[in-house]
């Protein structure tokens, strides 16, 4: 798994704890910057880990906006929290990221959700981001 993968993984660590707690995801971040700071080993995978999660924290109601716009029946509420977590990582990715390109955010969310979420999901993340992706265009 490359750098940025972990990282993503690491993200949605972050993200999915918050949720599923319901606690703050700058708490979260919190936690998880301390669990950095006492495994040194493990911070490879920090800095862009924290930089996704923190560009989630400064877009998060523009973010949710166009995951309940183009979600199409879905409200976020009724999602399964790994997907709201991957939705938000890719839709990150694709609007405030201008390193990483569309079709990887697209492709790593997609394979996420396929590793770690329901049998429908991965199909979800695809479509969503997807067309959210071609809005840019």
Do not use: C
């Not at 949720?19 to 998880?32: F, H, K, P, Q």
């Not at 166009?66 to 990582?89: F, H, K, N, V």
């Amino acid at each position: 798994m490359g750098a940025r993968s972990k990282s993503r993984k690491r993200a949605l660590d972050i993200l999915y704890s918050a949720d599923v707690r319901g606690e703050s995801i700058n708490a979260a971040l919190a936690d998880e910057a301390a669990r950095n700071a006492a495994d040194p080993k493990r911070s490879n995978s920090w800095e862009y880990a924290r930089e996704i999660v923190v560009g989630i924290t400064e877009h998060g109601d523009e973010i949710d906006e166009l995951i309940e716009t183009y979600a199409q029946g879905w409200t976020i509420s009724r999602m399964p929290a790994i997907d709201r977590a991957l939705l938000r990582i890719g839709i990150w990715e694709i609007l405030f990221n201008d390193e990483v390109p569309d079709s990887v955010a697209i492709a790593e969310a997609v394979e996420s959700a396929r590793v770690h979420s329901t049998e429908d999901s991965a199909g979800f993340v695809n479509g969503l981001l997807g067309r959210i992706a071609a809005t840019r265009a």
